[in-house]
């Protein structure tokens, strides 16, 4: 059983920055993807940005260099950096976790862009 945990999410002005954290605790399964999504009100939840266990990125065409994906080396545990945040970078970010026969969802955490 893998469980996954965001935090860092909250309230941020209009060009702000922060800092997502997702760590994923279970068995070690080795060769592994971690991903960042994100789901804004009416919209269908869309990919950010991976990671693999070795520490490559891979960002959705979509998205802009504001993001930056990030791996603590051998660990489980992933970072999103954002910067110059808008506000319709608002949404509930949510980690992903995949690995041979796991496939495991975290429970989100919200970002909010407002003045």
């Known amino acids: 059983q893998v469980q996954v945990v965001e935090s860092g999410g909250g309230l941020v002005q209009p060009g702000g920055s922060l800092r997502l954290s997702c760590t994923a605790s279970?068995?070690?399964?080795?060769?592994?993807?971690m991903s960042w999504y994100r789901q804004a009100p009416g919209t269908e939840r869309e990919l950010v940005a991976s990671?693999?266990?070795?520490?490559?990125?891979n960002y959705a065409p979509s998205m802009e260099d504001r993001f930056t994906i990030s791996r603590e080396e051998g660990k489980n545990t992933i970072y999103l950096q954002i910067d110059s945040l808008k506000p319709d970078d608002t949404a509930v970010y949510y980690c992903?976790?995949?690995?041979?026969?796991?496939?495991?969802w975290g429970q989100g955490t919200q970002v909010t862009v407002s003045s």
């Open positions: 990671i693999t266990s070795g520490g490559t990125p």
């Open positions: 992903h976790y995949r690995a041979f026969q796991i496939d495991a």
């Open positions: 279970g068995r070690d399964f080795g060769l592994d993807v």
